[in-house]
Nanobody, 123 residues
Framework: QVQLVESGGGLVQAGGSLRLSCAAS????????MAWFRQAAGKERECLAR????????YYADSVLGRFTISRDNAKNTVYLQMGSLKPEDTAVYYC????????????????WGQGTQVTVAS
């Protein structure tokens, strides 16, 4: 069982940056693929970035490629999402998710979720 707690959301001006953190508790964190999703009002939950258990391979959605960076620190049981060049359309609730030794890009692939953190980008 893994518990996830996100932090770092808030209000930022367009063009600005934010770093989200997701602290995980539970065993075998290093065996989980970690991902960041977001869900804007009235839209489906979107997978933005994934990082495999070893941290060596990452995947990004086209919408954030080149602007967002996912990373993890297995010693601290934490995964990060560094967001830059933020746009108003990045406004959403951002979720951290974990999947045990799986690598998927849809919500159904992830068994564990954080509570979400709001990111609002003002124009």
């Amino acid at each position: 069982q893994v518990q996830l707690v996100e932090s770092g959301g808030g209000l930022v001006q367009a063009g600005g940056s934010l770093r989200l953190s997701c602290a995980a508790s539970g065993p075998s964190f290093s065996r989980y693929t970690m991902a960041w999703f977001r869900q804007a009002a009235g839209k489906e939950r979107e997978c933005l970035a994934r990082i495999i258990w070893s941290g060596g391979i990452t995947y990004y959605a086209d919408s954030v490629l080149g602007r967002f960076t996912i990373s993890r620190d297995n010693a601290k049981n934490t995964v990060y999402l560094q967001m830059g060049s933020l746009k108003p359309e990045d406004t959403a609730v951002y979720y951290c998710a974990a999947a045990y030794l799986r690598l998927g890009a849809t919500p159904i692939d992830y068994a564990y979720w954080g509570q979400g953190t709001q990111v609002t980008v003002a124009s």
